[in-house]
């Protein structure tokens, strides 16, 4: 049987770091511990707020098909779509071979997949990069700045990132976020936030048309480097896109679960 330590670990990074931006964005978000199921659900325009994952560890494909009916039935009371983060190395060896079966019989629709990674990696040296300079992340400027980023750089309409981050404390104040600048232009942005002994990585993007410069790696290593040095964790966890997969391994991260966003089947 596969050793699923790793997988616990970043699931409960994605559960500890979404409750606090979930309930940053709305007091009176869905924030439930269920029986093998954690939501973390704002029901706002921006997709990644609107979250639930699976819990258990070694799943066999019973409980995972009862799993995914229980998450199926929330995710359509909701006004907002969002996604089931299933880390797959929490499943056991027959449930990881009809996964999808099992989610299409479930009225979930395959959308994307990440991986989960891990280390500790830190201190890291002050990053440097001929192009950049870094701006923290301390108005409601550079916020709508950094929601457009990730808007075009994943794709989003710009309304619904910016009603992911309008506004927020939390991103202005307790997450190490920053713009990466290439003169007076934000290219780039990442941020970190203290977790349960751990810097968790959140909403890294670049600008499309700036794209595969090291922009994305210089402003997490920004981001990483001031988290650090505003609370001394050493240990860091993210979740990586097909893009930044080949990225984050340079800066010392190791891969461990891979994982599987599903929304609602239309």
């Not at 699931?11 to 770091?17: P, T």
Request: charged share 25%.
């Amino acid at each position: 049987m596969k050793d699923c330590a790793e997988s616990v670990e970043s699931m409960e990074q994605l559960s500890n770091a979404w409750r606090a931006l979930v309930l940053d964005r709305d007091l009176e978000a869905d924030v439930r511990d269920l029986p093998g199921i954690a939501v973390r659900w704002a029901d706002c325009r921006f997709v990644f707020w609107n979250a639930l994952t699976l819990t258990e560890s070694n799943t066999d494909t019973k409980l995972m098909r009862r799993r995914l009916d229980e998450a199926a039935v929330i995710m359509r009371m909701k006004q907002h779509p969002g996604f089931l983060w299933l880390f797959e190395d929490l499943l056991d060896e027959e449930a990881r071979s009809v996964l999808l079966n099992a989610a299409d019989q479930a009225g979930l629709a395959y959308a994307f997949s990440a991986t989960g990674m891990a280390g500790d990696l830190l201190p890291i040296p002050d990053p440097v990069h001929p192009d950049l300079t870094f701006v923290r992340v301390t108005t409601d400027e550079h916020l709508q700045i950094y929601a457009d980023i990730n808007a075009r750089g994943y794709g989003f309409p710009l309304a619904d990132a910016r009603d992911g981050l309008a506004g927020s404390t939390l991103w202005k104040n307790e997450v190490n976020a920053y713009l990466a600048m290439r003169g007076e232009l934000p290219v780039a942005c990442a941020g970190t936030i203290a977790m349960e002994g751990c810097l968790f990585v959140v909403l890294v993007a670049t600008e499309p048309e700036w794209q595969r410069r090291g922009y994305g790696e210089a402003v997490t290593r920004k981001a990483l480097y001031e988290g650090y040095r505003s609370t001394g964790l050493t240990r860091a966890g993210l979740h990586a896109t097909a893009a930044g997969a080949p990225v984050y391994p340079r800066i010392g991260f190791q891969p461990n679960s891979p994982v599987h966003f599903f929304g609602l089947r239309d």
